[in-house]
Nanobody
Framework: VQLEESGGALVQPGGSLTLSCVAS????????IGWFRQAPGKEREAVSC??????????YYLDSVKGRFTISRDNAKNTVYLQMNNLEPEDAAVYFC??????????????????WGQGTEVTVSS
């Protein structure tokens, strides 16, 4: 299984980015997919998660990104996206996508997740 993130970049405060997570040897439609981030000197934190349709298709967000970030799926492309709007300097981090085992749903706990990408860096600075 491989998860590959892309889309990280340098963006000014107030700007937008869309991160992509493409899965190989894993059918995105069958798995909850989460986005985490880790800023320098800080612990990795859960940012957002999307449950499968069979689990109701719920989405979850870190309080500080609610209303600014949107997680979505394109099952045909086996890809999950994280649309990030109105970015703040505090959003700067390496962003990771992750998937738990197929029978588990979204969780804020890293230990739940079995598969991880290598990360993509988001820098928010003027």
């Amino acid at each position: 299984v491989q998860l590959e993130e892309s889309g990280g970049a340098l963006v000014q405060p107030g700007g937008s980015l869309t991160l992509s997570c493409v899965a190989s040897d894993l059918t995105v439609a069958e798995y909850a997919i989460g986005w985490f981030r880790q800023a320098p000197g800080k612990e990795r934190e859960a940012v957002s998660c999307s449950n499968t349709r069979s689990r109701g298709g719920d989405t979850y967000y870190l309080d500080s990104v609610k209303g600014r970030f949107t997680i979505s799926r394109d099952n045909a492309k086996n890809t999950v996206y994280l649309q990030m709007n109105n970015l703040e300097p505090e959003d700067a981090a390496v962003y990771f996508c992750a998937a738990p085992r197929w029978f588990l749903g979204c969780s804020e706990f890293e230990s739940t997740y079995e598969y991880w990408g290598q990360g993509t860096e988001v820098t928010v600075s003027s």
